[in-house]
């Protein structure tokens, strides 16, 4: 969706004709398979996890925990009627159908759950924070050593190919990738050089150094405006873009342009510890609910999230010698995408 969203400007006739600027919908057009052809995957999935000697009921559990997933998380999904995957509360009860068509005897009661704990006991939970995280407000990319600040109210979320942010409205973008450049002159040259975009002024907030100006360009939804600077640092150039539909880009042209006069280099002394987060698997030796546990075992995560980890509501209540997981370690202060 991001790759697209931002080929409605740099990208060509073929992202531009995909490209959706206000709701970031271009991921549509990789929804390949229909509703039924999901639908017939999970009941499929049912035949494959019985004859693998799990019992297919629990197949259920997964979609109560993406319905959880969906609760907590908020916003970013698409209408079920445009998705391909039936939304997981539709997949929970056709599951109940499901489970009727199954040949009997599939699956063992001997599973046991204690050796999959053992499994991911220490693994990685979440994001490696060294790819970038935010913080108060701020994207720290360690790797990389460079900062940025959020505008004010957006939402920021990292990818592998680029950070972006979006305001409540969802009618503007904010982005940094970086660019396929030897500088910072050359990558504006090569930007403002495209086919359908023009060059229509200066553009003074941009970090010192920096070389860009303000662009308007046409896409398949119509005119935008925006601004564009190049920065370098660490041998790399970097693109900060942000573009809105023509009329509104003036409204948010201060809160992007103080997000790009914001970026600059930061040390490893700065950043302080940087460690991922991992998952820790405690056995309990007294009955408590999940909410008692959270506060005797604190997480570096949300309690919501710990909820999440352990598929249960937050007044689960669990008894001597259950294993419960939780969330340890990771960058103080800084917040799961």
């Known amino acids: 969706q991001i790759g697209l969203t931002l080929g409605m400007v740099l990208g060509g006739p073929q992202a531009q004709r995909y490209g959706d600027l206000v709701n970031l919908a271009g991921g549509l057009m990789f929804l390949k398979f229909s509703r039924d052809d999901e639908s017939q995957a999970d009941e499929l999935g049912l035949r494959y996890i019985g004859r693998s000697g799990y019992p297919p009921q629990a197949m259920g559990n997964v979609f109560t925990l993406l319905s959880r997933v969906s609760r907590v998380e908020q916003g970013g999904r698409v209408p079920q009627w445009l998705a391909t995957h039936p939304d997981p509360e539709s997949r929970l009860k056709m599951m109940q159908t499901y489970y009727a068509r199954l040949p009997s005897g599939l699956g063992s009661e001997g599973w046991r759950r204690e050796p999959l704990l053992r499994v991911i006991d220490d693994s990685i939970y979440g994001p490696d924070p060294s790819q970038g995280f935010f913080r108060n407000g701020v994207f720290y990319h360690p790797e990389l050593g460079f900062a940025v600040e959020t505008p004010r109210g957006w939402k920021g979320i990292n990818q592998r190919q680029a950070v972006v942010w979006q305001p409540r409205e969802k ?20 930007f403002f050089g495209q086919q359908g975009v023009q060059s229509v002024g200066n553009w003074p907030l941009q970090p010192s150094g920096a070389i860009g100006g303000q662009f308007a360009a046409n896409t398949q939804q119509g005119p935008v405006a925006g601004a564009v600077t190049f920065a370098e640092a ?44 991992r998952i820790d698997v405690v056995k309990i030796d007294a009955p408590m609910t999940l909410r008692d546990f959270d506060r005797r075992y604190p997480s570096t995560v949300p309690v919501e999230r710990v909820a999440l980890l352990n598929n249960a509501e937050l007044d689960t209540r669990y008894v001597a010698g259950d294993e419960l997981k939780r969330v340890v370690g990771g960058v103080p202060g800084a917040e799961l995408e």
């Open 171 to 190: 009618d503007a973008i904010f982005a940094l990738t970086l660019a396929n450049a030897r500088s910072a002159r050359a990558a504006a040259e090569q």
């Open 234 to 277: 660490g041998g790399k150039v970097y693109q900060l873009l942000g573009f809105a539909p023509q009329g509104a880009f003036r409204q948010y042209a201060e809160e992007i342009g103080g997000a790009m006069r914001s970026f600059h280099r930061v040390s490893s002394r700065e950043l302080g510890r940087v460690e991922p987060w």
